[in-house]
Structure formats: C-alpha cells, structure tokens
T-cell receptor, first 110, second 116 residues
Framework: AQSVTQLDSHVSVSEGTPVLLRCNYSSSYSPSLFWYVQHPNKGLQLLLKYTSAATLVKGINGFEAEFKKSETSFHLTKPSAHMSDAAEYFCVVSVRDMRFGAGTRLTVKP | GAGVSQSPRYKVTKRGQDVALRCDPISGHVSLYWYRQALGQGPEFLTYFNYEAQQDKSGLPNDRFSAERPEGSISTLTIQRTEQRDSAMYRC??????????????FGPGTRLLVL
C-alpha cells in the first residue's frame, strides 16, 4: 500500500521569496511521485514527476522537487514566488493508481 | 479533443435519484481513471480501466457506484439512489499507456455533484 502526507495544509509566502511545500511518502514498492497544482475552478495540472531517473526533477513554472529515498520525502521548491503561484498543490504517490495527499494551499502576499 | 472532458460540469439532484457522469478521455489514451474529491481534500481513487476492462474497483464506496467503458473510450460513472454524502467533485483522468506507476494522468475539469 502507498500513502502520502503533506506536512502543511497552508503555506503563506511573500512574492519574490522562496517556496517550500513538504511531502513525505510511504510505499511498499518503488513508486513514482508527482506534484499537481489546482488553481481555483480549474482542473489538476501536472507540475512535475519523478520516475526513478534523476533525483532532482525540474517542472513547469520554475518549480522543482528532490526525491530523497533515505528521508522518504519529495519536497517541492521554487526560488522566487509569483502571485500566480497561489493555488492548491497535491503530492501524489503512484504504484498503479494514484494516492493523493490532502493538499497544501499556497498563498502569495504582495 | 485536446484534453479530457467531463459532463455535466455541475449536477444538482435530489436524494434517491440516479445520476450518470460522463468522461471523454484524450483521444488514443488507453487508461481511464475515476476519482472523487471532497471539499478541502485531495482526490480519492475510485476505479480505473485499461481499454474497456475495469481493472480495479476497490475504491468504489459501495454497490451504488458503478462504472463502465464499453468501447474503450468514453466512460460513465453511475451513482444509484444518491445520498447527500455523495456530494463531491468527481474527476476523471486518462493516460496514454496501460496504467502503471510511471504513467502521467491528465485530468478533466470535474463534475461537481450536489445531492439535496
């Protein structure tokens, strides 16, 4: 069985400052890991995915995530937040079907 | 089409009625998935298909929920005798290849169901 824990339900940053959204996972098998973003009244959009290649994964809009097996973590980062980054972010672990975390709401203050 | 589409986008129904939610995957995508998302939660897996074959329905909450994909393309999720607790966003996704860990799933906009 696999599961995901997003450690913060809400993160608030100022525009131009770094973003860190934390995710820990549990899986009996070698999983694939994803981050999806959901803007208000929009569908889920893939930000990036890890599938056992490079442990540092670069995604769209300047986001990246690092897979750390020893820590069972897959934290999402961005060097400089933009107002348009305000959204709900979901960490996902996949062995066959996807298991979503509860989500982290990112707020970006001007 | 260009992306996954779902219809209707919004559905309001009375308790006890049956509802059918439709998903049209990206053309050529082999696998199709259904999820339910309650307010303030992440999507929860319901079931998925490879082609027309339903592979796993362990996530369906009870026997009032069923899904089909008879021709390996469009899928319908049916909820019989709806209850207020069925109110949620129902999301559909599709992937190019057979369901597996590395497959990227592309999501539709969802159907918001409200049971009164």
């Amino acid at each position: 069985a696999q599961s995901v824990t997003q450690l913060d339900s809400h993160v608030s940053v100022s525009e131009g400052t770094p973003v860190l959204l934390r995710c820990n996972y549990s899986s009996s098998y070698s999983p694939s890991l994803f981050w999806y973003v959901q803007h208000p009244n929009k569908g889920l959009q893939l930000l990036l995915k890890y599938t056992s290649a490079a442990t540092l994964v670069k995604g769209i809009n300047g986001f990246e995530a690092e897979f750390k097996k020893s820590e069972t973590s897959f934290h999402l980062t961005k060097p400089s937040a933009h107002m348009s980054d305000a959204a709900e972010y979901f960490c996902v672990v996949s062995v066959r079907d996807m298991r979503f975390g509860a989500g982290t709401r990112l707020t970006v203050k001007p | 089409g260009a992306g996954v589409s779902q219809s209707p986008r919004y559905k309001v129904t009375k308790r006890g009625q049956d509802v059918a939610l439709r998903c049209d995957p990206i053309s050529g995508h082999v696998s199709l998935y259904w999820y339910r998302q309650a307010l303030g939660q992440g999507p929860e897996f319901l079931t998925y298909f490879n082609y027309e074959a339903q592979q796993d329905k362990s996530g369906l909450p009870n026997d009032r929920f069923s899904a089909e994909r008879p021709e390996g393309s469009i899928s319908t999720l049916t909820i019989q005798r709806t209850e207020q607790r069925d109110s949620a966003m129902y999301r559909c996704a599709s992937s190019l290849g057979v369901a597996g860990a590395e497959e990227t799933q592309y999501f539709g906009p969802g159907t918001r169901l409200l049971v009164l």
